[in-house]
């Protein structure tokens, strides 16, 4: 018997530049959140019946707050339209964002290995741009969601 092929993409949130949130100010992307916007987009671009393709296999794995790394999960056959979706995404909330895809394969190790990898580069840069103001609590949570990425599973 087969199993059910999925296809991971790890990807990065930008936010709007123009915008200018401060470091004082963040923008809260959760899974939730994440989730509702690319499941609107779903709906807006490939209508009820594409929605209707996608929902049952799509997820958001893990979502990075500090970092706006996410993972997706989503089936082999719908990533392509779950893929197309995620580009069309302009809003999260009221804060205008981008995705940019950093890796996509079909196997959660090779994901969480890439998302690892681009978490503590991007905070690093985020501790650089921090200053002062960086806290040993973000730190702490910051290794609770590096530890979260190494306990996900199918």
């Known amino acids: 018997m087969v199993g059910f092929k999925n296809r991971y993409m790890v990807m ?25 916007a690319i499941k609107d987009s779903i709906l807006l671009n490939f209508g009820e019946c594409g929605l209707a393709l996608s929902i049952n296999s799509f997820q ?4 990075n707050p500090i970092t706006k790394i996410c ?21 999260i ?15 959660l190790e090779a994901c ?24 040993p609590d973000t730190q702490q949570r910051m290794q609770n969601l590096l530890e979260k990425i190494k306990t996900l599973e199918h």
Not at 93 to 107: E, Q, T
Not at 123 to 133: C, I, M, N, T, V
């Open 12 to 36: 990065e949130v930008f936010l709007d530049p123009d915008k200018g949130f401060s470091l004082n100010e963040p923008i809260i992307i959760t899974q939730f959140n994440v989730s509702k």
């Open 112 to 135: 969480k290995r890439a998302a690892l990898k681009c978490d503590e580069f991007k905070f690093e840069q985020y501790k650089l741009s921090a200053g002062d103001s960086f806290s």
């Open 60 to 63: 958001v794995k893990y979502v």
């Open 71 to 91: 993972i997706f999960r989503t089936s082999r056959v719908e990533h392509q339209q779950v893929w197309a979706a995620i580009t069309m995404v302009r809003s």
């Open 93 to 107: 909330g009221n804060c205008p964002v981008v995705f940019n895809l950093l890796d996509i394969s079909g196997s």
